[in-house]
């Protein structure tokens, strides 16, 4: 029913910065609210990012606040995250996740397969 993309990980230096865009196959890309998670090695998925379906209100970890931002274009079906000052801990496997906004519990019911980022020191 939703099928969920993402990309532009890749390699960065500490202190860069690096966009991510999760590109959603959907009807109705309004009728989600849009999240991105990411996992680093040996560790939990953690919670990193979400956007309400109009962009209105987002809500960050705070390992992040400041640093990234999500944002959300629903022309394209696209989410994305722009992640600045990068640090190594920040390495890991981020994915892109959506729960429809009518049932919307903060259990999100699709997820993308992830994009790695690794951040050198």
């Known amino acids: 029913q939703v099928q969920l993309v993402e990309s532009g990980g890749g390699l960065v230096q500490a202190g860069g910065s690096l966009r991510l865009s999760c590109a959603a196959s959907v009807r109705t890309f309004t009728n989600y609210v849009m999240a991105w998670f990411r996992q680093a090695p040996g560790k939990e998925r953690e919670f990193v990012a979400t956007?309400?379906?109009?962009?209105?209100?987002?809500y960050y970890a705070d390992s992040v606040k400041g640093r990234f931002t999500i944002s959300r274009d629903n022309a394209k079906n696209t989410a994305y995250l722009q992640m600045n000052s990068l640090r190594p801990e920040g390495t890991a496997v981020y994915y892109c996740?959506?729960?429809?906004?009518?049932?919307?519990?903060?259990?999100?019911?699709?997820w993308g397969q992830g994009t790695r980022v690794t951040v050198s020191s």
């Open positions: 996740a959506a729960d429809p906004k009518s049932d919307y519990e903060g259990d999100y019911d699709y």
């Open positions: 956007i309400t379906w109009n962009g209105r209100n987002t």
